[in-house]
Structures are given as structure tokens and as C-alpha cells.
């Protein structure tokens, strides 16, 4: 990965990504496992190639709401997590 | 779009309707057959206000910007809250708030209005006269924004969970499933409490709480807290004492008082912090 350091933002972007990996691993079944890790990764990759880096006010935006869904994800009646695009 | 064609349809209409007639179309304010706010200096006199509300999408992340809306106050009812509720109808429907009761109850619309907290439906609109010709809307300050006018509450819901607001009992009560009695005396106390509608006026104006939102209560927290400490019925008074006894849950509050002058129900929450400190020593 990069030798440079990491903002605090970023440090902030990634420990929410291992939350929500830990929060997978702690699923019964291993389908559940695999399906929140993918919509979780291609969520934090599209928005990590979409999202200008300098926009401070919508990465914290995404960053509370993913706190918050990360929080309803631990609770063990949650089996998985989608999103749906509405256009 | 739609309303082109419903504004078609109006001018259809006769031009002077009679005065019966013309209090119908006034009270179905939800659909789009009132006349459209005159752009630029209508018929019949309109007294045209410039509101400059508060936009943020987080869709299309960018700056939040203010955008200017002209509204029509011979149109409007007398309140903010209906000058946000014709907007939405009839300018921009993505404009976003939060609203519930429209009377001063719910605490669901409370925002900044020209710099001071407050609810909207109980907010009249400055109109007429040449002073503030614009009224600047925006959300509550110092919180985080989601929507447009609509901020997150969940710190301000968590600090009033944390004061554990309900009666909490040692003894059990004198007669079982009868009520737990109570004095007038001791009732009275509990009166500038009670009727706290937790819209997060008081605490989003306190600038103590601005700077210190996740360790200071806030004001509509500790008036909770004072509401429990001084009902006669509640027998875990020392400890709920203890448990704000901190240096930044209760200490914060340097009396700056904004808190009672933002209150759109007249509490003061300034006042019942100085009797839990009292109470404190």
C-alpha cells in the first residue's frame, strides 16, 4: 500500500471498512458472510474513486451513516445489508 | 411541467372573482390552482418576501449554498412554517424539513430563522414594511446536516437517554397498581419541566454546547434531569445528582442564558441548571 501517512480521515474511512468485515465474519452463514462483504467493498470502492478527497463535509456524511448502519449490522436479527439505486 | 399546465388552466378562470369564491381556492393550499406567485410584481397588489432557504443535497455532493425563494404573503398563511410548506408545493418539492403538528407541539420544526432558534410553525413571518425584506432560513447551528433544513438528533436523543428519564423507585409503592401519590405542592414543582417538547432549540443555541456537543448534556438534557431530580415520586435522587456531578456533563454551562430566550415554549432551562448546581453542593 502507500508508505505515505494516512489522514485522520482516511484512518477513519478504514476502520469503518474492518467494522463492518468484522461485523460480517460474526454472521451465521458463510452466504451472508460473502454478500455483506461484497456490497460493502464495491459501496467503499465506487465512493472512493467518485468522491473528490477534499470534499470534507460529504466523506463525513458517508462516514456517520455508515457508523449507523454499521451499528443496526451488529445486531444479530440482521442477516445482510443491500443497497438500491433509485433514479 | 405539471404546473405549467394547472397555470394555463387558472388564467382561464375570470379575472375577479367574488369574495366567496375567492376563499375556496385560498383553503386548499396542498394543490396548485392558487395563482403562482407573481414573478416580478403581480396583479392586486402582491407583497412579495424574498426567503433564503438553506440548500444541501448530499447526492450531488457540493457547497451548501442559500437559494433565494419569492413568496406571495397575501398567499401565504401567517407562519414560516407555511411559507416552507408553499415552496415545496408549489416552487421546489425537493426542498426538505421536518414538520408534524403545525401548532407548537411536536418540536419537529425547529430551525434558525433571521439568527434566532425557534419553531417554524410558530414563527410569524416578518412581512410588509421596508426593514428585512428577506428572511434567512436555516437549519439548527452547530449540528451536523443531512438534508436541506434536516439535521441529525441522534447525540441530542442519546445525552437525553443517558439522564435515564423515568421514575425509578427503591420502596415499592404504598398501594400496588394505584398510582404513586402526590402533593399539589410537590406537583407544582415539576411545572416549567414538563412541557419541555425536546426540539433542541435551547441546546443548539448555547454556545457552550456548540463547542463541547458530545460531552456537554446541553440544556434540554439537564432540565430533564432536573424534572426527575425534583419529583417527589423518584427515590434515586442522590443518585441521579452523582451521575451528572461531572466537570463537562453539568459544568459546562457558564449561565450565557441563550437557552432561555431560544425557547419557543417560554421554559428556562438557564434556571433549573442553577437548581441542580445548588443542589449539588
Not at chain 1, 468484522?22 to 460473502?34: G, H, L, N, V, W
Not at chain 2, 411541467?1 to 369564491?21: D, E, Q, Y
Not at chain 2, 447551528?141 to 442519546?158: A, G
Not at chain 2, 407544582?188 to 460531552?215: F, V
Request: with cysteine; proline share 5%; charged share 25%.
Amino acid at each position: 500500500m502507500g508508505a505515505t501517512k494516512l489522514s485522520g480521515m482516511q484512518k477513519q474511512v478504514l476502520s469503518l471498512y474492518r467494522g463492518f468485515l468484522r461485523a460480517a465474519r460474526s454472521k451465521p452463514t458463510t452466504e451472508d458472510r460473502k454478500r455483506i462483504e461484497t456490497v460493502v467493498s464495491t459501496e467503499f470502492r465506487k465512493n472512493s474513486k467518485e468522491v473528490d478527497r477534499k470534499n470534507f463535509q460529504y466523506i463525513e456524511y458517508l462516514l456517520r451513516l455508515g457508523h449507523k448502519q454499521l451499528d443496526q449490522l451488529k445486531s444479530p436479527d440482521m442477516v445482510s445489508i443491500s443497497s438500491v439505486k433509485i433514479n | 411541467m405539471a404546473s405549467g399546465l394547472i397555470g394555463r388552466l387558472v388564467r382561464t378562470k375570470p379575472a375577479k372573482l367574488t369574495s366567496t369564491a375567492r376563499l375556496i381556492p385560498s383553503r386548499c393550499t396542498s394543490s396548485a390552482t392558487e395563482s403562482k406567485p407573481s414573478s416580478g410584481g403581480g396583479g392586486r397588489g402582491s407583497n412579495l418576501k424574498t426567503f433564503q432557504i438553506y440548500r444541501w443535497n448530499p447526492d450531488s455532493p457540493g457547497k451548501p449554498e442559500l437559494q433565494d425563494y419569492q413568496i406571495d404573503l397575501k398567499d401565504c398563511g401567517p407562519m414560516v412554517l407555511d411559507a416552507l410548506i408553499k415552496i415545496k408545493n408549489e416552487m421546489d418539492p425537493s426542498l426538505t424539513f421536518r414538520r408534524s403538528c403545525r401548532e407548537g407541539i411536536c418540536g419537529s420544526c425547529a430551525m434558525n430563522i433571521d439568527g434566532c432558534n425557534g419553531l417554524a410553525c410558530l414563527t410569524k413571518i416578518e412581512g410588509g414594511g421596508g426593514a428585512a425584506k428577506e428572511t434567512t432560513i436555516t437549519p439548527l447551528p452547530h449540528m451536523f446536516v443531512i438534508k436541506d433544513l434536516v439535521v441529525d438528533m441522534t447525540n441530542f436523543y442519546n445525552q437525553y437517554k443517558s439522564i435515564e428519564p423515568w421514575l425509578k423507585r427503591k420502596s415499592p409503592a404504598s398501594e400496588p397498581g394505584k398510582e404513586i401519590l402526590q402533593s399539589k405542592k410537590d406537583r407544582a414543582k415539576l411545572d416549567g419541566m414538563y412541557e419541555c417538547i425536546l426540539c433542541a432549540c435551547c441546546s443548539t443555541s448555547c454556545p457552550s454546547y456548540w463547542w463541547n456537543p458530545e460531552s456537554y448534556l446541553g440544556p434540554a438534557a439537564l432540565l430533564h434531569a432536573n424534572r426527575w431530580i425534583s419529583d417527589s415520586r423518584d427515590e434515586y435522587t442522590k443518585e441521579r445528582l452523582e451521575a451528572i456531578d461531572d466537570e463537562f456533563k453539568l459544568y459546562r454551562c457558564h449561565t450565557i442564558l441563550n437557552c432561555a430566550r431560544a425557547c419557543p415554549k417560554g421554559l428556562n432551562p438557564g434556571k433549573q441548571i442553577a437548581h441542580i448546581k445548588q443542589l449539588q453542593r
